[in-house]
Antibody, heavy 118, light 112 residues
């Protein structure tokens, strides 16, 4: 089955760190750009970061640049998001997504909730 | 405040047609043809409905169509069905700042 499954979310204190993982299956993971997109409770979607097939290109939204790092392991069919110096404003459901075309994602995981609170 | 502007809500009766607008700038919607639309049912992941302004991924009904004029893109749903009730988000590639894409604030579609 073609799917993405996120894990690693949870409750963390402000200033803390968390690492999200996304396991891909059913397709050739190494062929695709991948993205992380988040959605704060009751809010809209926000693109967070993306990475190309061989990790030679990565980009981030300004609000997370310098704090978050996107990476991938094609041998393990996995995408990651290392999140440091977390803030309350980072509280959201984080989705990993497969980029199908320019700035368009055709496959999404179920999401993992990150809550930053003391 | 979202980068792309969408109406907060639209509604229609079964069988009718509705259109959701998405207004941006020449740096995003108006600057190229990389506009996408997503459907999101409550507590579910988004689903890609339209990409590159007017293309439908495999499996998306042809009741869903997309178009663009200047800085405004539109999603039209014809023959409304009860299962179309959901939130809809537009998205566009952007050349602003260091972003890859921007989203609209979302539109809640109610099928009366």
């Amino acid at each position: 089955e073609v799917q993405l499954v996120e894990s690693g979310g949870g409750l963390v204190q402000p200033g803390g760190s968390l690492r999200l993982s996304c396991a891909a299956s059913g397709f050739t993971f190494s062929d695709y750009w991948m993205s992380w997109v988040r959605q704060a409770p009751g809010k809209g979607l926000e693109w967070v970061a993306n990475i190309n097939q061989d990790e030679s290109a990565r980009d981030y939204v300004d609000s997370v640049r310098g704090r978050f790092t996107i990476s991938r392991d094609n041998a393990k069919n996995s995408l990651y998001l290392q999140m440091n110096s977390l803030r309350a404003q980072d509280t959201a459901v984080y989705y990993c997504a497969r980029d199908f075309a320019v700035a368009a994602s055709d496959l999404w995981g179920q999401g993992t909730l990150v809550t930053v609170s003391s | 405040q979202s980068a792309l502007t969408q109406p907060a809500s639209v509604s229609g009766s079964p069988g009718q047609s509705i259109t959701i607008s998405c207004t941006g700038t020449s740096s995003d919607v108006g600057g190229h043809n990389y506009v996408s639309w997503y459907q999101q049912h409550s507590d579910k992941a988004p689903k890609l409905m339209i990409y590159e302004v007017s293309n439908r991924p495999s499996g998306v009904p042809d009741r869903f169509s997309g178009s663009k004029s200047g800085n405004t893109a539109s999603l039209t749903i014809s023959g409304l069905q009860a299962e179309d009730e959901a939130d809809y988000y537009c998205s566009s590639y952007t050349t602003s700042a260091a972003l890859d894409r921007v989203f609209g604030g979302g539109t809640k579609l109610t099928v009366l």
